[in-house]
Structures are given as C-alpha cells and as structure tokens.
C-alpha cells in the first residue's frame, strides 16, 4: 500500500529585508488584529515588542517566588541543623535564633541559585524549548533567520489566517519569497 | 572636522552631540560577522593553535599527576607545614577565582549599565570565568588532605550525624563558589542558545549538527521567544551582579573573620573585589589580544573596547593600590602592635620583602601608565601591562596569605615557606588545563557572541532608515552611525 503523507498548512512565511522592514511590517499586521504569528531575527530587533504587540515577559514573577524559596531553603537547611537537630559549637559561637546573621551568606547564595534555575527553566518554559523539531524547519529559506534574514510567519491557527488574503497581506507589506509552511502530520 | 557647528549667527547654535566610536568598524553586514565568526569553528585550526594547545594538554597532564601523586603519597608532598597552611593552595585558589570575576563582571554589570562594548569580548570572557573557577576549585578540594573526604563540605550530615558549621566563613565559601560556577554556566548557556542555532543552521547534517542542533534546544529566534530571552538575560545579570561581588568579598571573609594580623580589616572585601576585576580584565587582555590577532577580529574587537579594558585596570588598580596603602595606615592608627608589626615584617624586614614590592609595583605603579593614551592604544604596551598585572595578582594572594602566615603571633612557632616541586609543576599544571580548555572553547564554539554584536550594528536598530528619510541626521551627524555619513570627526 503506498504510503500517504497528510500535510496540515502550519502558516505562511515572508521575508524581509531588513530590522526597519520587519519593524514597520509588524506595526500593520498587528493592527490587521493578528494574534499567533510571530517575526523571526537573527538578534533581538529594539522596541518590536510594542510594534508586535506583545506584553512584557512575565518571567520576573515566577523568579521571585523561585528566589524566595531559595531564601527559606537555606535558612531553614541553616536554623534546623545548626540550632534544632545538632547545634554545633564551634570557637564558643552559640547556636540559636540569635546567630541567623551568620547564616546570611548562605541563603544570599541559595536565594541567587534557585532564582538562577527558575530564570533559566522558566524561559525555556516560557519560549516553547526545548523542541526537537518545528514545521518552520522545513523551509528552505527560514535557516537564514541566523544568519542574516528577517521573518514574519503568520500561521494558519490565527483566526484571522485567510491562505489569499493573508498572502496578498503580507505582498502588500513587503514581505519577499513568500512560502506556505506545511506541516507532515 | 566634517561636521563642525556652522549654525549661522542668528540661529542659536545647535547643541553639538557627542559621536560614538562605532562598535563594529568598516560597516560589516549581517552575514560577515556570521562568517567571521563561525568561520573559526568551521575552518581549520591556524598552526598557532596546535603549538599551544599541544603543549597546554602536556601541562594538563603534569596537573593530574601532581594530583594523584599528592593522593598517593600524602599531603606532606606540598610545602605547607605550621604555621603556613593555607600557603600555595589557598593563593592558588584565591588566585584563581579573583580571574574568573571579569567574565561576570563584563557580562552583568556591563550589561546592567548599558555598555554596549561588552558584547565583542563577554563570551569570551565568560568562558574564562567557567576554567577560572574549575582550575580554583581543584585547589581547596586537594587542600582538605583527604580529598575523598571532600563531600564533607556538602550540606549532608556524615558517617556521625555532624551537620557542617553554617557559620563558618569556609563553608560559606563552599556555597559561593558553588553557586557562583552554577550560575556563571546558566548564563553562558543562555547566552550561547542563539549563536548555537547559527552553527546548526551552517552545518551539514551529520554529529556535528545534531549536537550543536541538540543543544540550540530547536531555537527558532521568533520574537515572542526573545522578548522571554532578554528577560532573562536581564534577570541573569542582575542576579550575577551582586553575586560577583558577593562570592569575592565571600572569600575575603575566610580572612577577614579571623584574628590573624594583616588579615582583619574592614576593608577586605571591596579590596578583594576591585582586585578581582583588577586581575580577571588583565587576563581577559591576555587572552582576547592574540585572538583578536590570530583569527583577525579586528573589526569586531575595536581599539575602543581594548582601550576600555585598559581605563578599567587603571581604575581597579588605584583602588588596588588605595587599598594596600589602608592597609599600612590602619596598621599604624589602630595602634595595634601585632597589626604594626605584621606590616612591618612585610615590607621592611621580613624573609619575603621582596614579593611585598613585586606586588606593589606590578599591580600599583605598572598600570599607572595607562594614564597616557598612547599606552593605551599600543598593543605590546597593554599586554605588557596585562601580563604584569597576572604576575602582581599572584603576589598579592602570596603576601596576605605566605607572607602573614610565616610570621604568626608567637616567634618561637616562626617558619619559613618553600614551595616543593609539586607545588610548583600542580601551577604550571592549572595553567595548561586553563589554555587547554580555552582552546577547545576556540576551536568548537563562537568566541564572540554573534547575536549580540548584530544587535549592535547601526542597522539594527529599527528606526535606523526612519532618520536617514527625514533627514534628521543633518542634525545629528554620525549618531545612527549612517554608512553614508562620516563615523568619526
């Protein structure tokens, strides 16, 4: 029996000459209402958030809350060692509530470590990564985004993606070498 | 001058906007910095490359056996004896991880404060500052004397239950250097995500893609997934920010809680730190010159930034310097006689005067000549500096740590310190693993951080046409870094 590859339209990629291209052409599709498409760049292109659109990462939040962990983390790992369970002695230092100021270095430490791996995981999370594989990796032409191109890909989730209007949209707004992504399934 | 202040005398005399040196010279595209430096992994080594990386995995190996030797023949095979037991190990280490703070500092408190010259040398700089702190740590894990002991330090109770002592300075140490390598790692790999899906990007499909492919994580540098990035680049440096600082003023605590005279003053910590960045930058300009020489970077690490590192070693060691002579006045107007004479034995009548005044002179009055541009901008001048400043840092570890201890409290328990041929090739040794390391990091990943100095290049900037269209660069001249218009007065 032959084997019958099914593809699913995943969006329509455009690209564009440059950072001040990418930028104004975001500024209409975001005005077009547009909400899943995203501009792919070599670097991070300055101010393209408010011409996209998108809200300000709320990564700072969860990083708080991960510092905070780390914070009590070493206090109690310090306080219940050293005052509850064994308090050591060591050059008569006494061993109570009252010795926490020695305990600061370690949980500044821990607090920096923990809101370390919650920034790291966190992004990630965040960013959609790590991915083996993406239906923009299918295209030629997309391998350029690390190197010197400039992308918008509006994809097909967007209820707004229309295959003719969308693709007469991005023409309009500059955008070069237009290609339908497909995705196998 | 091409653009000087013709305003005619009516007009008021338009405000003349200072010009940036650009950061990236000759106008270079996109697509030339991706080549140029991709191109170091992609292309064979020079000759140069194999003539230091063989001889550094030689040292390497002169390391490991210094290792294994003291292992199997005890600790005695290191010079220190009472009272001088922290001698060279701890020297070493303080050495050593004082190296590794330019990375961090280049890397967060640069970024923090919007330099944005950082972005041709950070990588690099990063990089050190991970073989930095491996080559340090080795130091106090080897210095326990038992080195299968070492989990010991770890917050886990041993064979008898004892918890470690969370109030001591050691144990302190233990946790900031751990978390200062951790986290210098997680920042380095965040930072390497983008510029690795650039080598993915460039290969062939075979290992070489699939690994580089693995660990670019399927980075696809869509917006919404670099607007998370920046943040946590963002949250990255400002919480390494104070970590540097925190991780250096840590290790000068190890002194600067104890009684020992020359090592109990206030004034240790800042003292540690500035000379930290004083030795991690000197390093930094000992590794980035001859790269930038060797793969021909010179449009990407300009005069500028190396000029830049130079006014930063001219700070930090006048501070340096401010510190040393503190030290020489607090002993004096603290009255303290055992403070006194500790300085006293240090730099008038001690057995080891002499490294007091190599210290002094390699890391106070050296750099000193980079008050005078020219120094500044002659190579052979700053890494000369460079190279007296990695020598004067290795000094000024020597002198707190030997030299104090040599000279303790009671005279009867005075002892001199020889360093043992041990001592001398397990040095020599980290030396090599640092280099070795340094070159593979050459060899397989991008020195200089590419997303970033794309980011800096006048037509990043999304506004950059919108100017040149209306025509406000008649205004401001060169500020936009317009190729058609002159850069530099």
């Known amino acids: 029996m032959a084997k ?30 547009f909400q899943r498409w995203d501009v792919h760049s070599p670097f991070p292109i300055h101010g393209l958030n408010e011409a996209m659109g998108v809200k300000r990462s709320s990564l700072p939040f969860f990083v708080f809350f991960g510092g905070a962990t780390g914070t009590l983390t070493a206090f109690l790992l310090a306080f219940i060692t050293q005052v509850e369970i064994y308090p050591t002695v060591v050059q008569a230092k006494p061993a109570n509530i009252f010795t926490t100021p020695a305990f600061f270095p370690i949980m500044f430490e821990l607090t920096i470590l923990f809101s370390a791996f919650t920034t ?66 | ?85 922290w001698a060279w190990d701890i020297t070493n280490f303080v050495f050593w991880i004082g190296i590794g703070h330019a990375g961090t500092l280049i890397s967060a408190i640069l970024f923090l404060t919007r330099q944005k010259w950082r972005t041709a040398v950070n990588r690099a700089s990063e990089a050190m500052t991970l073989f930095a702190v491996m080559c340090a740590g080795l130091y106090p894990a080897f210095h326990v004397g038992r080195v299968w002991m070492v989990w010991f330090l770890a917050p ?27 986290v210098s790692v997680l920042f380095w790999y965040l930072g390497l995500v983008p510029d690795l899906a650039t080598l993915r990007d460039r290969c062939k499909a075979g290992i070489k893609k699939t ?31 104070p970590l540097v600082l925190s991780v250096h003023s840590v290790v000068s605590f190890d002194f600067a809680t104890s009684v020992v005279p020359g090592w109990h003053t206030t004034i240790f910590p800042p003292y540690f730190v500035a000379g930290a960045i004083f030795g991690g930058f000197a390093m930094v300009l000992t590794l980035m010159i001859p790269v930038r020489a060797i793969y021909g970077l010179h449009d990407l690490i300009t005069e500028k930034h190396i000029d830049n590192m130079a006014k930063i070693i001219l700070l930090t060691g006048t501070i340096v ?34 490294t007091y005044y190599a210290m002094f ?42 030299t104090t201890l040599e000279r303790h409290f009671m005279p009867g328990s005075w002892r001199t310190f020889d ?28 020195v200089i951080a590419i997303a970033e100095v794309k980011g800096v290049v006048p037509q990043s900037n999304p506004h950059h046409d919108d100017h040149v269209e209306r025509g406000v660069h008649e205004l401001q001249p060169g500020v936009f870094g317009n190729p058609e218009l002159p850069n530099k007065a």
């Open chain 2, 1 to 85: 001058m091409a653009h000087s202040a013709t305003a005619s005398s009516e007009a008021p005399a338009k405000p003349r906007i200072l010009e940036r040196e650009p950061l990236v010279l000759n106008n270079r595209s996109y697509a030339w910095i991706t080549n140029r430096i991709c191109g170091i992994v992609e292309n064979r080594q020079p000759a140069l490359w194999w003539w230091l990386f063989v001889p550094s995995v030689f040292l390497t190996g002169i390391m490991v056996f210094g290792f294994v030797y003291l292992i199997s023949t005890g600790v005695g095979v290191w010079g220190q004896k009472q009272p001088v037991a």
């Open chain 2, 361 to 402: 002179f390699c890391n106070v009055i050296a750099p000193q000549l980079f008050w005078f541009k020219w120094a500044r901008k002659s190579l052979l001048w700053v890494l000369v500096v460079s190279m007296f400043v990695n020598a004067g840092m290795w000094y000024e570890r020597y002198v707190i740590i030997v």
């Open chain 2, 156 to 182: 886990v109770p041993n064979a008898n239950a004892v918890w470690q002592n969370f109030k001591s300075p050691l144990l302190w140490d233990v946790f900031a250097v751990s978390t200062y390598f951790t």
């Open chain 1, 120 to 185: 790291l995981f966190g992004c990630f999370a965040f960013m959609g990564l790590p991915r083996l594989n993406h239906p923009l990796f299918a295209s030629k032409q997309f391998k350029k985004f690390s190197d010197d191109g400039f992308f918008i890909c509006i994809e097909a989730r967007d209820p707004k993606f229309h295959q003719a209007e969308t693709k007469a949209l991005l023409e309009e707004i500059g955008g070069k070498n237009i290609e339908l992504v497909e995705d196998e399934l």
């Open chain 1, 4 to 33: 019958t590859t099914l593809k699913r339209v995943h969006g329509y990629l455009a690209e564009f000459e440059s950072a001040s291209d990418v930028y104004h052409a975001s500024e209409k599709i975001r005005d077009a209402g």
């Open chain 2, 321 to 354: 310097g401010y510190a040393y002579c503190m030290e020489l006045f607090m002993a004096y107007y603290s009255s303290s006689k055992y403070e006194g004479d500790a300085f006293l034995l240090r730099t008038l009548y001690g057995p080891s005067v002499w």
């Open chain 2, 211 to 241: 690994l580089y492919g693995i660990f670019a994580l399927g980075w696809r540098g869509g917006n919404r997934q670099w607007n998370h990035y920046e943040m946590a680049y963002l949250l990255l440096a400002a919480l390494s920010t």
């Open chain 2, 419 to 446: 360093a043992t041929w041990v001592d001398n090739w397990t040095f020599i040794g980290t030396f090599g693993f640092f280099l070795m390391n340094f070159l593979l990091f050459l060899r397989f990943l991008p």
